[in-house]
């Protein structure tokens, strides 16, 4: 039984978004998250490589001494070269305007990216205890691909997985959306209530993205979100969650 846990991810950590995810970073220390999940882009959009950012690096390697997770999160993010099908356009309607990339990925090149992905982090010294598909979106052969590779552990939007068993524990993310001013208000009124809300035994889980520092009321509505959290439950990490598997 998940008795009280609580669960904070960054998603997108990349040099694209270094100030960003600095902010984030100071935002958490100050409410005394000293270990969110790091899901680390190898190469942004394919113009932001890490290996050419060193003191960004250097800060990653210090939260994983630290006791951050690294979760490799696809490799570009984007989805620069495919065009979605009708039945793409369905199944990621109102979730991403252009970041399902291993949705979108054939079996040979989602492979290819994943090898590459975690050769990147490797050698970087940011080995990944996990892969989590930009999005929350899975493509049919991303499951296996993770095993085949030894990447036991990952998530959708309303589980947290572990390919090693396998198990599922149901935990929803809480996360907002910056896309609009609308949707920004709109996610910050869920968020708030889901944290005021949310079931006395279980797993919780908070996304963090980097542009949810630069909008106020987002800003505003993560602060008191984790801070009622916080009070009522324990930070974990995702490896604590199936038994350090």
Same mark, same amino acid.
């Given at each position: 039984?998940?008795?009280?846990?609580?669960?904070?991810?960054?998603?997108?950590?990349?040099?694209?978004?270094?100030?960003?995810?600095?902010?984030?970073?100071?935002?958490?220390?100050?409410?005394?998250?000293?270990?969110?999940?790091?899901?680390?882009?190898?190469?942004?959009?394919?113009?932001?490589?890490?290996?050419?950012?060193?003191?960004?690096?250097?800060?990653?390697?210090?939260?994983?001494?630290?006791?951050?997770?690294?979760?490799?999160?696809?490799?570009?993010?984007?989805?620069?070269?495919?065009?979605?099908?009708?039945?793409?356009?369905?199944?990621?309607?109102?979730?991403?305007?252009?970041?399902?990339?291993?949705?979108?990925?054939?079996?040979?090149?989602?492979?290819?990216?994943?090898?590459?992905?975690?050769?990147?982090?490797?050698?970087?010294?940011?080995?990944?205890?996990?892969?989590?598909?930009?999005? @929350?979106?899975?493509?049919?052969?991303?499951?296996?691909?993770?095993?085949?590779?030894?990447?036991?552990?990952?998530?959708?939007?309303? @589980?947290?997985?572990?390919?090693?068993?396998?198990?599922?524990?149901? &935990?929803? &993310?809480?996360?907002?959306?910056?896309?609009?001013?609308?949707?920004?208000?709109?996610? &910050?009124?869920?968020?708030?209530?889901?944290?005021?809300?949310?079931?006395?035994?279980?797993?919780?889980?908070?996304?963090?993205?980097?542009?949810?520092?630069?909008?106020?009321?987002?800003?505003?509505?993560?602060?008191?979100?984790?801070?009622?959290?916080?009070?009522?439950?324990?930070?974990?990490?995702?490896?604590?969650?199936?038994?350090?598997?």
């Amino acid at each position: 039984m998940i008795a009280k846990r609580l669960l904070v991810a960054i998603h997108d950590v990349t040099p694209a978004h270094r100030d960003r995810v600095m902010r984030v970073l100071t935002l958490l220390d100050g409410l005394g998250v000293r270990c969110p999940a790091l899901f680390v882009v190898p190469d942004w959009h394919g113009e932001w490589p890490l290996a050419e950012h060193p003191e960004f690096v250097a800060e990653l390697r210090r939260r994983r001494e630290r006791g951050a997770e690294v979760f490799l999160h696809g490799y570009r993010h984007d989805e620069a070269g495919h065009r979605r099908t009708l039945r793409d356009r369905v199944r990621v309607f109102g979730r991403t305007a252009g970041s399902a990339e291993f949705m979108m990925l054939d079996a040979s090149e989602a492979a290819r990216r994943m090898d590459r992905g975690l050769a990147d982090l490797r050698a970087l010294g940011l080995d990944p205890v996990g892969f989590v598909p930009p999005a @929350w979106l899975f493509g049919p052969d991303t499951r296996r691909l993770m095993t085949e590779r030894g990447l036991t552990l990952t998530e959708s939007f309303a @589980w947290v997985e572990c390919l090693v068993g396998p198990s599922r524990v149901f &935990a929803p &993310a809480v996360s907002w959306s910056t896309a609009r001013p609308w949707r920004s208000r709109m996610t &910050a009124r869920v968020a708030n209530a889901r944290a005021a809300l949310e079931r006395p035994r279980g797993l919780v889980r908070v996304a963090i993205h980097p542009p949810d520092i630069d909008t106020p009321s987002v800003r505003a509505s993560l602060e008191r979100a984790l801070e009622r959290l916080l009070r009522e439950r324990a930070l974990a990490c995702y490896r604590e969650v199936f038994g350090g598997r």
